[in-house]
């Protein structure tokens, strides 16, 4: 059987490689100059390659991603790596990263894997169209054109890419609505003065006085907004809304002294205002730039109750997503009524994997995770077997 995978990325190669390894003829058409270009992103150069703690909770509300996640499972996920030459550790946190701490190295692997076992790979090779007649699919590679029994879509999305062009291979329809995900946001009057500090929160989302979503972490404050993981995980929230078409009036609460209570920080702010020390409030518990933000904010004649409320209540008001080029994933995508779920294909008879899909995940490995799982997802058990051999 011959196939074509459009995408040299981890569901892409992930599938690849099993294919090779059961004997099929797999051309890996990559629209860049190299496979792997976001994995070599990811960790920050390390390759945060999964979690150890992944459940469905790390996704926006999917039934491919609770299939994939109950199919497959870390341990033969890691099976998976191990016979690519790929080995693994955990850090505190649950996240797994290659021992080489070197998300390039994971690449080399993957593409030796590839190449061993019989793989063809073309570079610089974007895919014009593909179309079916009868049983075959032709597609249109480079400008050439080649036939293939089955084709897998596995391009990616958006985020630190240029579009992807997968609605011009795709039925009508299929597609929802497509949002930046894992980004920082923009924040309405941000006081640049705080650009570049960073600090312990909690961080609360709020859609007025709804509720939405919470999370601990480091707080990056930049000139223009809110980064930092907590962040890039509650952007997951807002830009999940943003594919149902939901609006909202977003608020992010933070709590910038998280670790001692607002009656502990309340007396030591107290005492201090008692000393005429109005310019030290918050000298050993934050940078003095936040803490003058604090008391600025507070009011010139805030008392200690007020101030304190204020470090533990600090609000900054949403204005928007930032753009593609700063965003880890796309939230949006094939939406999950059109696939045939146990297969993940089209009603065109395409195979569709990671991130072309409707399903994200959270910061922490998850979303390299689910690319490689699904493509690992629709074969079956006896290949995945045949695959997890190390040779």
């Known amino acids: 059987m011959k196939i074509l995978v459009i995408g040299g990325g981890m569901a892409g190669l992930t599938y690849a490689i099993v294919a090779c390894k059961n004997g099929y003829d797999v051309t890996v058409a990559e ?26 909770d790390c996704f926006n509300r999917s039934g491919i991603a609770d299939r994939v996640l109950n199919a497959v499972s870390v341990d033969e996920y890691v099976k998976f790596l191990n016979s690519c030459g790929i080995y693994v550790y955990t850090d505190s946190e649950g ?20 190449s061993k076992y019989g793989g063809k790979l073309l570079v610089n090779s974007p895919i014009s169209s593909v179309s079916k007649t009868g049983n075959k699919f ?20 958006r985020s630190q890419a240029a579009p992807t062009g997968a609605e011009s291979l795709l039925p009508e329809g299929v597609l929802t609505p497509t949002v930046p995900s894992l980004v920082p946001v923009k924040i309405r009057d941000m006081d640049a003065a705080l650009n570049g500090l960073r600090a312990r929160a909690e961080i609360t989302l709020y859609d007025g006085k709804e509720l939405l979503d919470s999370r601990q972490g480091e707080l990056l404050f930049k000139d223009y907004g809110l980064s930092g993981i907590c962040i890039l995980d509650l952007s997951a929230t807002i830009a999940r809304r943003e594919v149902e078409r939901k609006g909202g009036d977003y608020i992010f609460v933070a709590d910038v002294v998280p ?49 304190a409320h204020t470090a533990k209540n600090l609000s900054f008001k949403f204005d928007r997503l930032l753009d593609w080029s700063m965003s880890q994933v796309t939230a949006g995508g094939i939406a999950e009524r059109y696939l045939d ?51």
């Open 138 to 157: 032709e597609a249109i590679i480079g400008g050439n054109k080649s036939v293939f029994d089955k084709v897998v879509l596995a391009c990616g999305s």
């Open 341 to 391: 779920a146990d297969a993940l294909t089209l009603p065109n008879g395409v195979v569709a994997l990671g991130e072309v899909l409707d399903v994200d995940g959270i910061c922490g490995g998850n979303n390299l995770y689910f690319a490689a799982a699904s493509a690992l997802y629709v074969f079956d058990s006896a290949e995945r077997d045949v695959a997890y051999t190390i040779s």
């Open 95 to 114: 996240r797994m990263y290659p021992l080489s701490d070197s998300a390039a190295n994971v690449v080399d692997c993957l593409r030796h894997q590839l």
């Open 259 to 307: 670790r001692m209570s607002q009656e502990v920080l309340e007396k030591i702010i107290g005492k201090r205002l008692d000393c005429g020390e109005r310019d030290k409030l918050f000298y050993g518990i934050l940078h003095n730039k936040l803490a003058e933000h604090i008391v600025r904010r507070a009011g010139a004649s805030a008392d200690a109750s007020r101030i």
């Open 31 to 56: 629209r860049n100059s190299r496979v792997g270009k976001k994995i070599s992103m990811t960790g920050n150069g390390k390759c945060n390659i999964g979690n150890a703690r992944i459940n469905a």
